[in-house]
């Protein structure tokens, strides 16, 4: 097992991307621990799908543009399973607004949720990697769009942009306690994030025409690179972006 008793966190852990991670990470042996804000009835039915599968994994309500939440969501791993491992700042929204559109409440919860927590949660993560003294990951699930412009979604552009930098300044940080930061870019998943598109036949149409593999990913090809991330084959990878998008950002901007 690639993961085996490796303790991992994920944001936004009980649907889309984060519920396949933590469904993935707990198939190679790791234990899990799932962040959530709303529908705890989904968690507890994912933590039984687990357990049923021989994994572990426990639930946490916490909202992780709140630093004190954070900094909570580290000391459950601790007081469950021992340590923490790996860190993967999921949790995400978007208003699908321009920058003559978007408010200031609009930006700020974009902010707050995207790039605060992530900034905050990797630093309460990395506090704890050193206080247990042997390293640790973080993985960001950033977006294409992180250096791709999107125009209708420009709050969502620029937390991703700052994901990006974030995870190549702080992983130069903090390698010399040997703690990585690495950025999962996605291009366009199937997740409840992209309904009103997937329920567009025109929308699909051009969208699958755009990508040059032809079709949306599925979360759990999303997960499967978290997964070798996690494992010890990508231990030299940090300050760095894996780009997952089918070729989509080869392509025109704008879709």
């Given at each position: 097992?690639?993961?085996?008793?490796?303790?991992?966190?994920?944001?936004?852990?009980?649907?889309?991307?984060?519920?396949?991670?933590?469904?993935?990470?707990?198939?190679?042996?790791?234990?899990?621990?799932?962040?959530?804000?709303?529908?705890p009835?989904?968690?507890?039915?994912?933590?039984?799908?687990?357990?049923?599968a021989?994994?572990?994994?426990?639930?946490?309500?916490a909202?992780?543009?709140?630093?004190?939440?954070?900094?909570?969501?580290?000391?459950?791993?601790?007081?469950?399973?021992?340590?923490?491992?790996?860190?993967?700042?999921?949790?995400?929204?978007?208003?699908?607004?321009?920058?003559?559109?978007?408010?200031?409440?609009?930006?700020?919860?974009?902010?707050?949720?995207?790039?605060?927590?992530?900034?905050?949660?990797?630093?309460?993560?990395?506090?704890?990697?050193?206080?247990?003294?042997?390293?640790?990951?973080?993985?960001?699930?950033?977006?294409?769009?992180?250096?791709?412009?999107?125009?209708?979604?420009?709050?969502?552009?620029?937390?991703?942009?700052?994901?990006?930098?974030?995870?190549?300044?702080?992983?130069?940080?903090?390698?010399?306690?040997?703690?990585?930061?690495?950025?999962?870019?996605?291009?366009?998943?199937?997740?409840?994030?992209?309904?009103?598109?997937?329920?567009?036949?025109?929308?699909?149409?051009?969208?699958?025409?755009?990508?040059?593999l032809?079709?949306?990913?599925?979360?759990?090809?999303?997960?499967?690179?978290?997964?070798?991330?996690?494992s010890?084959?990508?231990?030299?990878?940090?300050?760095?972006?894996?780009?997952?998008?089918?070729?989509?950002?080869?392509?025109?901007?704008?879709?």
């Amino acid at each position: 097992m690639l993961l085996k008793d490796k303790t991992l966190v994920v944001t936004g852990g009980n649907s889309g991307i984060g519920e396949a991670i933590v469904l993935a990470a707990a198939a190679e042996g790791a234990n899990v621990v799932i962040d959530y804000v709303a529908h705890p009835e989904e968690t507890e039915s994912l933590i039984d799908r687990v357990e049923a599968a021989g994994g572990r994994a426990v639930g946490i309500e916490a909202d992780v543009s709140r630093s004190d939440d954070l900094h909570a969501m580290v000391q459950k791993a601790v007081d469950t399973f021992g340590r923490l491992d790996v860190l993967v700042n999921n949790a995400g929204i978007e208003t699908r607004t321009s920058l003559l559109e978007t408010t200031e409440a609009d930006f700020e919860k974009v902010m707050a949720i995207n790039m605060k927590s992530a900034f905050f949660g990797s630093q309460a993560a990395a506090k704890q990697f050193i206080s247990q003294g042997d390293g640790g990951l973080v993985i960001n699930i950033s977006s294409v769009h992180e250096d791709w412009p999107m125009p209708g979604n420009i709050a969502y552009c620029v937390s991703k942009g700052g994901i990006r930098m974030l995870t190549r300044t702080a992983g130069v940080e903090l390698g010399e306690h040997g703690i990585r930061m690495v950025n999962v870019a996605p291009g366009a998943v199937s997740t409840p994030i992209n309904a009103s598109t997937e329920a567009d036949p025109e929308k699909m149409k051009r969208l699958d025409a755009a990508i040059p593999l032809g079709r949306m990913a599925q979360s759990e090809e999303i997960a499967d690179v978290v997964v070798f991330l996690a494992s010890r084959g990508a231990g030299y990878m940090t300050s760095t972006t894996v780009t997952v998008d089918g070729g989509i950002s080869q392509g025109s901007v704008g879709l």
